[in-house]
């Protein structure tokens, strides 16, 4: 087991959770304590266990052992997901802003910040794979719960859709929300994380953070 | 909170519906072929024929709960949208909602079922009637979504129709009696407490069927 913390107030702490699916073992206890305004890569090839530890930290996979607890609403979300094909761009925002019980004032800031204004009409159907993952920040963003759980989200996105992720975490942070990203990119951000994570064989081996207690 | 997402949530089913128009392309053929064929093939006086109506329009509405079920998980799944709603309502909102959006199709589709019947079958629909469906189509709908989502996506309609079909059976026969029979209130009782067991049930275990 690994124990890892970082700074900050507390979003969430795992304590010795992990994930088996029937008999396999695809997530090795690990204790993990994340901060309110941080940001964490999560690092570690293909099949390693980052998804398995993003759905883990945002609560929609149960630990099969130890235990989660968070301070708020979690959200996991990788490319193209979290709206359904036939809603407008708009109206998937305005689902996520109603379900967070945020007011109306976010949605046009967060349009603006996804540089989805343009887009507001369009059905989400229609959204290539690089305005559906600025979609996806887009989400994070009017929704702003505790944590947010971004699976690969600069998949599919150019330059221009790049910078929308660096500038979506920050303003993520900003307003004290916790972010951990999973990504191959270890120069993801723009500004250095708070913390890395490296996840090898279903255990997280490695933590580089700037704010171990 | 509670009855925002609540809110939020059928707003959403809704217009996915009017974009979609999923439930609209199967559930009004659905019935108007029902209630066509068993006017066809029963051969019954036309008497007879009105007193069936009340329960063949209810087995065909719990028939056509089948294809609705999809909207509850299997639909949410197939366009990667579950896991939002899972992170950000409440399950109790969750399974309001959702049961809430269905209750609403159901009685459209009940309604609709209950016009086409007057004109094919000379049925008769006292107000007692449209009570009992009213008062039924919550607990039914209820059903139907905790089926939906334990089932949506395993892709097995064989055994979702089987199980709405089966707890619908209250409702069915309570409806179609009340609508044929002396003694409405008895039945009215009957798909109160049927709502009831409905109900409580379903946010007794809906939280356990949200988890992986």
């Keep these: 087991m690994v124990a890892i913390s970082y700074d900050a107030t507390l979003v969430l702490d795992l304590a010795a959770a992990g994930a088996r699916f029937g008999s396999r073992t695809v997530l090795h206890p690990v204790s993990l304590r994340v901060q309110r305004a941080t940001t964490c890569l999560v690092h570690g090839a293909n099949g390693s266990g980052k998804t398995t530890l993003l759905r883990l930290c945002a609560g929609l996979l149960s630990p099969t052992g130890g235990e989660r607890w968070a301070s708020g609403p979690s959200l996991y979300l990788r490319p193209g997901s979290g709206a359904r094909r036939r809603q407008t761009v708009e109206e998937a925002l305005e689902t996520a802003r109603t379900l967070s019980g945020h007011g109306r004032a976010r949605l046009g800031p967060a349009l603006e910040a996804a540089m989805l204004s343009p887009l507001r009409k369009r059905r989400v159907e229609t959204l290539s794979s690089g305005q559906r993952s600025r979609l996806v920040i887009g989400i994070a963003l009017v929704a702003a719960p505790a944590l947010v759980c971004l699976d690969e989200p600069s998949a599919h996105l150019d330059d221009e859709g790049l910078s929308i992720v660096r500038a979506g975490v920050r303003q993520l942070a900003a307003v004290g929300t916790a972010v951990l990203i999973a990504t191959h990119d270890r120069d993801l951000l723009a500004d250095r994380p708070d913390a890395r994570l490296l996840v090898s064989d279903g255990a997280v081996t490695d933590i580089g953070c700037s704010g171990v207690r | ?212």
Excluded at chain 2, 154 to 169: D, F, K
């Design chain 2, 1 to 212: 909170m509670f009855w925002r997402q609540v809110s939020a949530l059928v707003r959403r089913d809704l217009a996915v519906e009017a974009a979609t128009r999923e439930a609209l392309a199967t559930v009004p053929p659905l019935i108007l072929a029902g209630l066509l064929l068993a006017g066809i093939g029963f051969e019954l006086p036309p008497a007879e024929l009105a007193a069936v109506a009340p329960g063949l329009l209810w087995l065909l509405v719990l028939t056509a709960a089948v294809p609705l079920a999809r909207g509850v998980l299997a639909a949410e799944r197939d366009d990667d949208a579950w896991d939002l709603l899972r992170s950000l309502a409440q399950p109790a909102a969750l399974l309001t909602g959702k049961a809430t959006s269905l209750c609403l199709q159901m009685l459209i589709a009940w309604g609709f079922g209950a016009a086409l019947a007057v004109a094919l079958l000379g049925a008769r629909w006292p107000p007692v009637a449209v009570l009992a469906a009213v008062l039924a189509m919550p607990g039914v709908a209820t059903n139907v979504t905790v089926f939906g989502a334990v089932l949506g996506e395993h892709g097995r309609p064989a055994l979702l129709t089987t199980l709405i079909l089966t707890a619908g059976l209250p409702a069915l026969v309570a409806g179609s009696q009340a609508a044929v029979s002396e003694g409405a209130e008895a039945w009215l009782v009957l798909i109160a407490v049927y709502d009831v067991v409905a109900i409580v049930t379903a946010w007794a275990i809906f939280p356990a069927l949200l988890e992986e």
